[in-house]
């Protein structure tokens, strides 16, 4: 381990969307980026690439570093904990993972925890991690720092949160992202159906987002059913009528909206 | 009628939400609105007051206008044409709504038709009129003609869309607008229930929102039903074992994300 204020040397196990928003934005700021390991040596040099860093395609034989990032799919990491090598057990460990304990890498080093920021990773897409939130763990004071080390050199906001409750913040993020999207492309679904361009919505859905950010969602729910507005909603669910699928969600949601206004 | 060249005056009948953002954006365009009509007097001269009109609380007292604008609720719209004063027949009658047909208004004049802005209208929230298309429809072509001219001086695009596709567009909105922000206020649900700042999930939603402008839905879609990766979605559905609704709604919408990859 370096001492506290020497600049942190990252291996990345991981070549996907989360590794190289990690990759690239801890090189932004300066932070040596040693090693890229991932499963096909031609990701993994990809990204190595970028951001100056050794490619393998093993862990025996990614580069040494004070810190390894695991940002790899979740049922990966008990199976890369469990054959960590020895050469590499002075380093910290965090996962990246929204509902993967923190102990599943217990196996691997004396000094373990996880690095979760909330936000949707996609290549391509920007994001502005001033402000976004990243919450850590660490099963010691060791990699709780480092962890909140790394973090704070790229999010505006590093919060500590338990295993228990980090998974929690996953499954909202789901309903806030995942179920949303999903949102979109039922709506995408109905007006391509139609021959009507959907990118009309547009404004709406950004609309929508920007709501949240001064009104309460409860406070800022409109449409139909909030209304109690029945003649709209079994008009929407006859116009469903030859797609059940939509027209289940449709009643249901409308029912899940009625019960709380 | 005016002749086509001489600016429009209007009248509003309606002071909500969608009333008092037309007549705010027609009064910065240089539009006259002659009249708010509404229920209450009060409602009707607190936005009276801001567009320097007449504020009236019944159909017979209105101030004459070449357009009437109604941006009412939906029952209401027809209760309104069926009592419309014969000595207000002479102008365009356009509703605002997206679930009515154009021909509700037929009783109240020879003119009618629909202009409906596809965004949400929420007061203290500024809007973009700019990127926003507002959808028209009219009996004729003097109807269609004013509905295109009113639309035109505030919104960045306008299209004609019949009473059927117009229901289309606002179910969709349902599902993007309505629905979305309820999968927020199910996420924010989960969180408050364990304390955790809900806040947190702002960047989250804008980026999900941000996305759909260069990614369909379908290829934009991210999380652990997409991947099918059953041990998140299993652990998701444990956490919500206190709440069966939020497990029902989980448990929908991951089955419906899952049959599509």
């Given at each position: 381990?370096?001492?506290?204020?020497?600049?942190?040397?990252?291996?990345?196990?991981?070549?996907?969307?989360?590794?190289?928003?990690?990759?690239?934005?801890?090189?932004?700021?300066?932070?040596a980026v040693q090693g890229i390991c991932s499963r096909t040596m031609a990701s993994a040099s990809a990204l190595a690439h970028?951001?100056?860093?050794?490619?393998?395609?093993?862990?025996?034989?990614?580069?040494?570093?004070?810190?390894?990032?695991?940002?790899?799919?979740?049922?990966?990491?008990?199976?890369?904990?469990?054959?960590?090598?020895?050469?590499?057990?002075?380093?910290?460990?965090?996962?990246?993972?929204?509902?993967?304990?923190?102990?599943?890498?217990?196996?691997?080093?004396?000094?373990?925890?996880?690095?979760?920021?909330?936000?949707?990773?996609?290549?391509?897409?920007?994001?502005?991690?001033?402000?976004?939130?990243?919450?850590?763990?660490?099963?010691?004071?060791?990699?709780?720092a480092t962890a909140r080390s790394l973090s704070s050199m790229i999010f505006g906001r590093t919060e500590e949160l338990s295993?228990?409750?980090?998974?929690?913040?996953?499954?909202?993020?789901?309903?806030?992202?995942?179920?949303?999207?999903?949102?979109?492309?039922?709506?995408?679904?109905?007006?391509?159906?139609?021959?009507?361009?959907?990118?009309?919505?547009?404004?709406?859905?950004?609309?929508?987002?920007?709501?949240?950010?001064?009104t309460h969602p409860h406070d800022g729910q409109t449409g139909p059913a909030r209304r109690h507005d029945h003649v709209v909603?079994?008009?929407?669910?006859?116009?469903?009528?030859?797609?059940?699928?939509?027209?289940?969600?449709?009643?249901?949601?409308?029912?899940?909206?009625?019960?709380?206004?």
């Amino acid at each position: 381990m370096k001492t506290s204020n020497s600049p942190l040397s990252v291996t990345i196990v991981g070549a996907g969307n989360v590794a190289t928003h990690l990759a690239l934005a801890l090189a932004s700021r300066g932070v040596a980026v040693q090693g890229i390991c991932s499963r096909t040596m031609a990701s993994a040099s990809a990204l190595a690439h970028r951001v100056g860093a050794v490619a393998s395609d093993s862990l025996a034989t990614m580069a040494e570093a004070d810190v390894y990032l695991l940002a790899v799919k979740d049922d990966a990491l008990a199976e890369i904990a469990a054959s960590w090598p020895s050469a590499r057990r002075g380093g910290v460990v965090l996962h990246t993972a929204g509902s993967i304990a923190m102990d599943v890498i217990a196996p691997a080093t004396a000094h373990y925890g996880v690095l979760y920021p909330m936000q949707t990773f996609t290549k391509d897409n920007a994001v502005d991690y001033s402000r976004v939130t990243c919450f850590i763990e660490g099963n010691d004071e060791v990699s709780l720092a480092t962890a909140r080390s790394l973090s704070s050199m790229i999010f505006g906001r590093t919060e500590e949160l338990s295993t228990a409750d980090r998974q929690q913040l996953h499954l909202a993020a789901v309903f806030a992202c995942n179920f949303t999207n999903h949102m979109y492309a039922l709506a995408y679904e109905v007006l391509e159906r139609h021959g009507i361009d959907p990118t009309c919505l547009q404004p709406l859905v950004e609309q929508t987002a920007h709501k949240l950010a001064t009104t309460h969602p409860h406070d800022g729910q409109t449409g139909p059913a909030r209304r109690h507005d029945h003649v709209v909603t079994d008009k929407h669910l006859q116009a469903l009528s030859a797609a059940p699928e939509l027209q289940h969600i449709y009643r249901l949601l409308s029912e899940s909206i009625e019960q709380r206004y």
